[in-house]
């Protein structure tokens, strides 16, 4: 049969955006570079835009008034979709932008927990000499906390406005790297979709079972 799904080896599918809305952003090309060479090592690519996840900031209110936004919901469609995801985000003030955490916050409201037991890659690129390398680390906590298994070796690319030349990155040896990285986590990434024995057993949070009616969105409110 023609569908890849019915190959006892089907295609790995992988998600990939850039956490960032400006059209011509360098995480949006570092995304679209990590599209290109994961379609060339194999993989099944849905390449997203961050317009695609548009959500409100979250509200306890308005999620109990009208369930969660569209935007959530796409992106919880894709991420069950495919079978790992990579992200390639840009740093504001040290961090992670908040239109990102914003909507993690609303796609963490769904059950089953659709981050959980998922590889991610996290990839960032600035015009700073860290690259956005800050940024990541901040990122990997809320995906970790959610289940991610988060790849170690992120890669942010420095100088970004240079490094970056037609669709690539100019430098051989920080090209060879990405394309490494890349590899890497695609196989890694594989190895879990075609050996399911290797992967564990589905808890939601650590700590919690998976019926927990915690809120992890709204922070604790105390009194003053």
């Known amino acids: 049969m023609a569908d890849s799904d019915t190959h006892p080896n089907p295609k790995l599918k992988v998600l990939v955006f850039a956490a960032s809305l400006r059209a011509e952003s360098l995480n949006h090309k570092l995304a679209t570079l ?3 060479i994961s379609e060339q090592n194999g993989a099944a690519v849905d390449l ?3 317009r695609d996840f548009d959500v409100p900031s979250y509200d306890g209110d308005l999620e109990a008034a009208q369930g969660i936004p569209a935007g959530a919901q796409g992106l919880r469609r894709r991420l069950t979709d495919n079978d790992a995801f990579i992200i390639s985000s840009p740093e504001y003030n040290g961090s ?3 239109l990102l955490k914003n909507l993690i916050d609303w796609a963490s409201r769904f059950r089953p927990q659709p981050f959980d037991g998922r ?3 996290l990839l960032s690129a600035s015009p700073s000499l860290a690259g956005g390398n800050r940024g990541l680390w901040a990122l990997r906590v809320p ?3 959610l289940g991610t298994r988060v790849f170690p070796d992120m890669f942010s690319l420095a100088m970004a406005e240079k490094a970056l030349a037609d669709g690539d990155i100019a430098d051989m040896t920080l090209r060879r790297r990405f394309e490494k990285n890349l590899q890497s986590f695609l196989s890694l990434a594989e190895a879990a979709k075609h ?3 290797i992967k564990r057993a589905w808890v939601e949070f650590l700590g919690e079972p998976p019926t927990s009616g915690a809120d992890r969105v709204d922070p604790v409110q105390t009194s003053t």
Do not use: K, T, V
């Open 34 to 36: 990590a599209a290109r």
């Open 48 to 50: 997203a835009s961050m």
């Open 96 to 98: 992670m932008p908040g």
């Open 119 to 121: 590889h991610g890659l």
């Open 143 to 145: 995906l970790e906390h």
């Open 195 to 197: 050996y399911p024995c």
